[in-house]
C-alpha cells in the first residue's frame, strides 16, 4: 500500500446529539481526509495522541486507510497458531512427504514454546498429537477428528502470543532454547536443532513478507545454536569386509536374495537412496564391456509417511519430491567393490555413505527388487543376525 508524509492533523470534532455525545478525531493524508468516532473524548484523545506521536517520529502514513505503518502493522497482527496452519499451507504442495512431517514437528516445538497462558491447559501428549497429526496437515485439518483434539486446538489457539511478540528478545531466546532441548531435556542432536531453527528462520521471513514484523529478529539475536559435526563416525559405518559379509548373506535368502543383493549392493557402493535403488532400471543404464559405466535416475520412487493425506503404500511416485528429476552420474570400475549400478558422484557418496565412492556399473544385477519396504528391511535384518 502507499504511503505518504504530508500529514496533517485537526482538533477533535465533538458533535453533541440528543442522546449521545460523539468525539471525532480528523485528519488529512495527501489530499484525502479521514475521521475516526469515539464514545468518549478520552479514546479520541487517546487515539489523536497515536497520530500526532507517529508524525513526530517521522513516520509514513498509508494513503489507502490514513494509519501510520506502526499502527496500522499493530492492526494486522496474527496468532501464531493462525500464523502457523497459514506457513504449513503454503509450504505444503510443493513439499515432499518427509518435509511436511519435519514442518509439523519444527512448528508443534514452536507453537508449545509460544503459549502465553497454562489455565485451562489440556495435556501435553495431546497437544502435540493434536498439532502435529491435525493442526499442521493441511489435508488433515479439516477432517472429523476426535472431539478432544478439536478442544485442544481450540485452546492452543487461544492461548498462544501473536506473531508481534517474537520482537522481544526474551521470547524469542526462549523458543530458540525450546528448539535445542528433547521432550525429556536432554541438548537433542545438532542437525535436528538446525534444521528446526533454518525451518523458524523460514517462518520469520514469511512474516515479514505478510507485513506482521518489519524485518526476521533471528539474526539480531545473540544465540549460539549447537554445532553441527559432518565427520562420520567409523564406528558406525560398516567396513568393506563386513558389507561383502552381508550381502553375501543377503544373497543366501530365499527367492529374493539375489535381486536384494543388487538392491543393498547399490545402496552401500553406490550411494543410492533407496528409492533410487527401487527406481532404476535398464534403460537408465549405459553400459560398457570394459571400465566404467554411467546411468541416469528419474522419477525417483519415494516411501511417503504413514499418517494423514501422505499415507499410502510403499514405492509410490510423489511428484512434490525435492529430488531432481534426473541426477546423471559417472563412476570408473573399483576393484574391491561387488558389481552394481550407480549413479551418484564420488563426493556425495563419501559424505552420506563413508563407504566406498567407486563403483563399476556392469549387466549383472541391474534388475531392482519391487519396494523398499518390509521385505527388504526383513532380509537385512535375518543377515545381520547370522
Not at 535403488?277 to 509417511?305: F, I, Y
Not at 552420506?352 to 528391511?377: D, F, L, N
Amino acid at each position: 500500500m502507499d504511503s505518504t508524509y504530508d500529514v496533517r492533523i485537526y482538533k477533535t470534532d465533538v458533535y453533541r446529539g440528543a442522546r449521545t455525545t460523539t468525539y471525532k478525531v480528523r485528519w488529512a493524508v495527501g489530499k484525502k481526509r479521514f475521521k475516526n468516532p469515539f464514545k468518549t473524548a478520552a479514546l479520541a484523545e487517546s487515539f489523536r495522541s497515536d497520530l500526532v506521536a507517529a508524525a513526530r517520529k517521522g513516520e509514513a502514513f498509508r494513503l489507502g486507510d490514513g494509519l501510520p505503518v506502526s499502527l496500522a502493522r499493530s492492526n494486522s497482527d496474527l496468532g501464531w497458531y493462525d500464523f502457523a496452519c497459514a506457513f504449513v499451507d503454503m509450504k505444503w504442495p510443493r513439499a515432499a512427504a518427509t518435509t511436511r512431517r519435519t514442518h509439523a514437528e519444527a512448528m508443534t516445538a514452536v507453537t508449545v514454546a509460544m503459549l502465553a497462558d497454562k489455565r485451562g491447559k489440556p495435556d501435553d501428549k495431546l497437544i502435540r498429537k493434536a498439532l502435529s497429526r491435525w493442526g499442521f496437515n493441511t489435508a488433515q485439518r479439516q477432517s472429523n477428528c476426535p472431539e478432544e483434539v478439536q478442544t485442544a486446538l481450540r485452546w492452543v489457539k487461544n492461548h498462544t502470543h501473536n506473531v508481534s511478540a517474537l520482537r522481544e528478545p526474551e521470547l524469542l531466546r526462549s523458543v530458540l532454547d525450546a528448539l535445542a532441548l528433547r521432550l525429556d531435556g536432554v541438548p537433542g542432536a545438532p542437525s535436528v536443532v538446525s534444521r528446526r531453527r533454518k525451518i523458524l528462520i523460514t517462518a520469520m521471513g514469511y512474516a515479514v513478507e505478510l507485513g506482521l514484523l518489519e524485518c526476521n529478529p533471528i539474526p539480531a539475536l545473540k544465540w549460539t545454536p549447537p554445532k553441527t559435526s559432518h565427520v562420520i563416525d567409523r564406528r558406525r559405518v560398516a567396513n568393506p569386509v563386513q558389507a561383502r559379509t552381508l550381502l553375501n548373506s543377503v544373497r543366501e535368502q530365499r527367492r529374493s536374495g539375489p535381486r536384494l543383493v543388487a538392491f543393498f549392493g547399490c545402496l552401500y557402493y553406490a550411494a543410492l537412496r533407496p528409492e533410487e535403488a527401487v527406481s532404476l532400471a535398464k534403460h537408465n543404464l549405459s553400459l560398457p564391456q570394459k571400465d566404467g559405466g554411467s546411468c541416469t535416475s528419474n522419477e525417483p520412487n519415494r516411501t511417503r509417511a504413514r499418517r494423514g493425506r501422505t499415507a499410502a503404500t510403499t514405492a509410490t511416485t510423489d511428484s512434490s519430491s525435492n529430488v531432481p528429476g534426473e541426477r546423471p552420474g559417472r563412476c570408473p570400475a573399483h576393484p574391491n567393490s561387488p558389481r552394481c549400478c550407480t549413479n551418484t558422484s564420488r563426493s556425495s557418496a563419501r559424505l552420506r555413505m563413508g563407504g566406498s565412492s567407486e563403483a563399476s556399473a556392469t549387466k549383472g544385477s541391474c534388475r531392482s527388487p519391487p519396494s523398499c519396504g518390509r521385505g527388504s528391511v526383513r532380509g537385512w535384518t535375518c543377515s545381520r543376525r547370522r
